[in-house]
């Protein structure tokens, strides 16, 4: 090829590729307070090398060459579109249907059971629940799920004199159940309510489950529609101070652990306020709330740990 042929050839690529905008250390901790300050997510050194990555891809889909172009976007008033945007690329979806099984079980056989018991007692037949940080939407499923077999046990042996509609709903009557899941990507909360499932996201979800609350289309598994009406999807950011109220149990699970220490008590303080008095908090495998509250009763059982609200004067 000719000289010229050559110089033109590599012209045209250099005008068509983009090298990846470098950032300062100064640069990215502008940048990792602007994030923190938005969501709570916390980016120490060992995390800036994807917080660096995440903002190359932001810059090239919105054709910036620059940290300052960038960061007078986030800044400015129409600059929340891509705040969101960013946020979503920076935050990890990782979830499966039934995690940390020893848990669940704690949560279905005997706070779930307690909490029945004690609701029956004062005649109030709504059970209130919360998956703060819910992302693709399996484990408010597996909450759906695990509460329907619950309730249709719990109802077997303290049956009440309510007349049962036909088809019989997966929530017999009076009981009412009120789940909510929450998270703070959009794009996770679509898949959530979409609710489909390949093959391989469902080896935790035994045949039972399979057959009562899913259908198989094509290739993938679909929750169905009677379950997936027990789920309310929904948008909340846990770094503001308007959360949902009056919960019996919060689950929020692998979530704090992308806060720092600060934020983590802050968290941990608004779902005390969030909680109903004896409410139940549940965190994730590798959290826990030592040292961040004094105002929860650990409760550990056969490897499952979950957190009562204590009782304290204001
Ligand atoms: C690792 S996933 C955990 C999903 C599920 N709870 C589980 O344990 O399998 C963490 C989720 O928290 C969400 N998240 C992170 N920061 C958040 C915030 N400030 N407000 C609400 N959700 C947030 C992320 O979008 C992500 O979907």
Same mark, same amino acid.
């Given at each position: 090829?000719?000289?010229?042929?050559? *110089?033109?050839?590599?012209?045209?690529?250099?005008?068509?590729?983009?090298?990846?905008?470098?950032?300062?250390? @100064?640069? /990215?901790?502008?940048?990792?307070?602007?994030?923190?300050?938005?969501?709570?997510?916390?980016?120490?050194?060992?995390?800036?090398?994807?917080?660096? $990555?995440?903002?190359?891809? *932001? %810059?090239?889909?919105?054709?910036?060459?620059?940290?300052?172009?960038?960061?007078?976007?986030?800044?400015?008033?129409?600059?929340?579109?891509?705040?969101?945007?960013?946020?979503?690329? /920076?935050?990890?979806?990782?979830?499966?249907?039934?995690?940390? +099984?020893?848990? /669940?079980?704690?949560?279905?056989?005997? !706070?779930?059971? $307690?909490?029945?018991?004690?609701?029956?007692?004062? *005649?109030?037949?709504?059970?209130?629940?919360?998956?703060?940080?819910?992302?693709?939407?399996?484990?408010?499923?597996?909450?759906?799920?695990?509460?329907?077999?619950?309730?249709? #046990?719990?109802?077997?042996?303290?049956? /009440? @004199?309510?007349?049962?509609?036909?088809?019989?709903? %997966?929530?017999?009557?009076?009981?009412?159940?009120?789940?909510?899941?929450?998270?703070?990507?959009?794009?996770?909360? +679509?898949?959530?309510?979409?609710?489909?499932?390949?093959?391989?996201?469902?080896?935790?979800?035994? #045949?039972?489950?399979?057959?009562? #609350?899913?259908?198989?289309?094509?290739?993938?598994?679909?929750?169905?529609?009677?379950?997936?009406?027990?789920?309310?999807?929904?948008?909340?950011?846990?770094?503001?101070?308007?959360? @949902?109220?009056?919960? $019996?149990? !919060?689950?929020?699970?692998?979530?704090?652990?992308?806060?720092?220490?600060?934020?983590?008590?802050?968290?941990?303080?608004?779902?005390?306020?969030?909680?109903?008095?004896?409410?139940? %908090?549940?965190?994730?495998?590798?959290?826990?709330?030592?040292?961040?509250?004094? +105002?929860?009763?650990?409760?550990?059982?056969?490897?499952?740990?979950? #957190?009562? *609200?204590?009782?304290?004067?204001?």
């Amino acid at each position: 090829m000719p000289a010229a042929t050559v *110089r033109k050839k590599v012209a045209e690529i250099m005008a068509t590729t983009t090298l990846p905008v470098l950032f300062t250390e @100064p640069e /990215l901790k502008l940048l990792q307070t602007l994030v923190y300050q938005e969501c709570g997510m916390f980016f120490d050194e060992r995390r800036a090398h994807f917080l660096q $990555d995440r903002l190359q891809r *932001r %810059l090239k889909a919105c054709q910036m060459d620059s940290f300052h172009s960038y960061y007078q976007l986030l800044t400015s008033r129409e600059g929340k579109k891509e705040i969101s945007a960013l946020l979503e690329n /920076l935050t990890v979806n990782e979830t499966s249907f039934f995690r940390n +099984r020893p848990q /669940l079980d704690l949560f279905q056989k005997k !706070i779930l059971e $307690d909490l029945l018991h004690r609701k029956q007692a004062h *005649r109030e037949w709504t059970l209130k629940l919360w998956s703060a940080g819910c992302s693709t939407g399996q484990e408010p499923y597996t909450l759906a799920m695990m509460i329907c077999d619950a309730l249709a #046990y719990y109802y077997l042996r303290n049956p /009440l @004199p309510f007349e049962m509609p036909s088809p019989r709903p %997966l929530i017999p009557p009076p009981w009412r159940l009120d789940l909510l899941a929450s998270d703070i990507s959009y794009a996770a909360l +679509r898949a959530a309510q979409e609710g489909s499932y390949p093959e391989s996201q469902m080896e935790p979800v035994d #045949y039972t489950c399979r057959l009562r #609350y899913f259908e198989k289309l094509g290739d993938r598994y679909a929750v169905k529609k009677s379950l997936k009406e027990l789920v309310q999807f929904d948008f909340h950011n846990l770094k503001t101070e308007y959360l @949902p109220q009056r919960n $019996d149990i !919060i689950f929020c699970r692998n979530v704090m652990i992308y806060f720092d220490e600060a934020e983590q008590k802050r968290l941990v303080e608004k779902f005390y306020r969030c909680l109903n008095p004896g409410g139940y %908090l549940f965190v994730g495998h590798a959290e826990s709330l030592f040292g961040l509250s004094s +105002r929860f009763r650990m409760i550990h059982e056969n490897n499952g740990t979950a #957190y009562q *609200r204590i009782e304290v004067p204001a």
